[in-house]
């Protein structure tokens, strides 16, 4: 069965930091884009990251470049997003994503990192 | 940034009936090297993530009831289901994946009348 699995959420602080990570099975991770999406609570999908099987492309949105770091480990077929810096407005449900290219093809469950004091 | 466009925000349509959404970009999603659209349909149940519909505007996905459909080419698209069922009521997004970033239309909630 292919499933993506996140791990890593929790609550921290404003100016915290937090490592999500996605473990993926059922597939050959090694040959796809990976990507991480985001949902505000209540709110629509907001992409944030993606990066190439073998890491030669890397993409951000604006607002998490500098703050936040895309990787990924295709033998241990996992993906990863450290977060640094997080603000209030990064609170989200964050979902990894696989994909044919840059058209997602399956989500995982997400993963809820509230930023709060 | 391409920015999507979803009308309308919400709809509420009969059992049976047929439910259009649109969706429109702020520039062409319409490559010249493979002509295609680079548009993808999401539909996302309460509590579930969104799961693919339709990929190349037209595309379903596989296990995809063929009673979703997609149509439209360069800024201006749509999601049509044919015969509504109750299973159906969720929020739709229309996305590009045409350039970096990536960016989805705002959602349309879609509900039985």
């Known amino acids: 069965e292919v499933q993506l699995v996140e791990s890593g959420g929790g609550l921290v602080q404003p100016g915290g930091s937090l490592r999500l990570s996605c473990a993926a099975s059922?597939?050959?991770?090694?040959?796809?884009?990976v990507h991480w999406v985001r949902q505000a609570p209540g709110k629509g999908l907001e992409w944030v990251a993606n990066?190439?099987?073998?890491?030669?492309?890397?993409y951000y949105v604006d607002s998490v470049k500098g703050r936040f770091t895309i990787s990924r480990d295709n033998a241990k077929n996992s993906m990863y997003l450290q977060m640094n810096s997080l603000r209030a407005e990064d609170t989200a449900i964050y979902y990894c994503?696989?994909?044919?290219?840059?058209?997602?093809?399956?989500w995982g469950q997400g993963t809820l990192v509230p930023v709060s004091s | 940034d391409i920015v999507m466009t979803q009308s309308p925000d919400s709809l509420a349509v009969s059992l049976g009936e047929r439910a259009t959404i649109n969706c429109k970009s702020s520039q062409s999603v319409l490559s010249g090297s493979n002509n295609k659209n680079f548009l993808a349909w999401f539909q996302q149940k309460p509590g579930q993530p969104p799961n693919l519909l339709i990929y190349?505007?037209?595309t379903r996905d596989s296990g995809v009831p063929d009673r979703f459909s997609g149509s439209g080419s360069g800024t201006d698209f749509t999601l049509t289901i044919s015969s509504l069922q109750a299973e159906d009521v969720a929020v739709y997004y229309c996305q590009q994946y045409y350039g970096a970033p990536i960016t989805f239309g705002q959602g349309t909630r879609l509900e039985i009348k």
């Open positions: 990066i190439k099987h073998d890491e030669s492309e890397i």
């Open positions: 190349w505007a037209s």
């Open positions: 059922g597939f050959n991770f090694s040959d796809y884009w």
């Open positions: 994503v696989y994909g044919r290219g840059w058209i997602f093809v399956l």
